[in-house]
């Protein structure tokens, strides 16, 4: 299971940390990813990671202000957002990618690629 959490409201500029702490057949994921979905848009895809942290990929729109990482003793990924914009606002979903090979390599940005799913947290950007 994933478990989100960390959204809030916030002011354009501000910063926010969110988290996703996995449970369960973590040795099956290859890769943590957040997406978000803005009302009346499709999900996007925001950041991944692969879990040896051996690639990062980002959004165009995430670029320069916001970074994946994550903690394999607390099996959590975290997204530091800074300098948030209002188009930031959206659920936040992360997401779990399994391994489908012996050997894998880089990141898709297509969430059917994602099998698990955690329950969504809400970032509410004001301008």
């Known amino acids: 299971q994933l478990q989100a959490s960390g959204g809030g409201l916030v002011q354009a500029g501000d910063s926010l940390r969110l988290s996703c702490r996995a449970s369960?057949?973590?040795?099956?994921?290859?890769?943590m990813a957040w997406f978000r979905q803005a009302p009346g848009k499709a999900r996007e895809f925001v950041a991944a990671i692969t879990w040896s942290d051996s690639e990062r990929r980002y959004a165009e729109s995430a670029l320069g202000r916001f970074t994946i990482s994550r903690d394999n003793a607390e099996n959590t990924v975290y997204l530091q957002m800074n300098n948030l914009k209002s188009e930031d606002s959206a659920v936040y979903y992360c997401a779990a990618e399994p391994k489908r090979a012996l050997i894998m390599v880089g990141i898709r940005t297509d969430p059917r690629e994602y099998r698990r799913w955690g329950q969504g947290t809400l970032v509410t950007v004001s301008s």
């Open positions: 369960g057949n973590i040795f099956s994921v290859y890769a």
